[in-house]
DNA sequence: ATGTCCCAACTTTTGGGA
């Protein structure tokens, strides 16, 4: 079963290129993030027609987030006490799956932060009481990067958000509920950049950061063959600013 | 590091968010 997961910054303005990505690489399970459509705005006839049923949470102009599965959809779970569109569950294909789009945070000092830690404890809470009978995937935009690798320059982000200890902590204690971090799993010692800022020329330059991740449940990890990042899929003409985390499982 | 992109709006430019 090939998965992914990718924070497309506008389903409306990236359409084509998410359907092109999807033929090209036809995943069996794609989770989406920044969808920022309403849900009677989500282009359900065009994912059909490449054989995917959806599943969206969406509020409109900002957050969405959704699962696509050629596979099946059942058990759509949908968000957390916030009340923003920030998280969906499905189960496709005997896999249970989440799209998670973690709040940004802005800044340490802002109110925000506070909400992104309550955000990834809330989360933590829900999968620590799981079902464990079947395998598990929890993939997203997480706006951490784990750990100092995972950053260009751990220096110039020095007392910014992404980065700090509590964020940091807070997914160490997602990780505890029994997830793997797959990409990181498989490659050890690459840094794995999910996103690159639309300014500063930060693709080309190098200046990135992992910060789309893939958990997989520790019973199934065994099970994932691949897990790269698509980085080419950050070029061309009208790109999102990050780029698509495929893991291929063979359950 | 902030040179961009995307959205909404009493839209033709600005402000908010990332």
Known sequence: MRVVTWNVNSLNARLARVLEWLEANAPDVALLQETKLREAAFPTEAFAALGYEGAHVGQGQWNGVAVLSRVGIADVERGLSDGEARLVGATCGGLRVYSCYVPNGRALDDPHYAYKLRWLDELSDRLARRDRSGPLLVAGDFNVAPADLDVWDPAALAGLTHVSEPERAALERLEATGLVDVVRALHPDEPCF?????????????????????????????????AYVDRDARKGVKPSDHAPVVVDLDL
Do not use: S
């Not at 992992?210 to 063959?225: G, P």
């Open 194 to 226: 999910t996103w690159w800022d639309y300014r500063g020329g930060a693709f080309h330059r190098g200046w990135g950061m992992r910060i789309d991740l893939v958990y997989v449940d520790a019973d199934h990890a065994t099970a994932v063959r691949a």
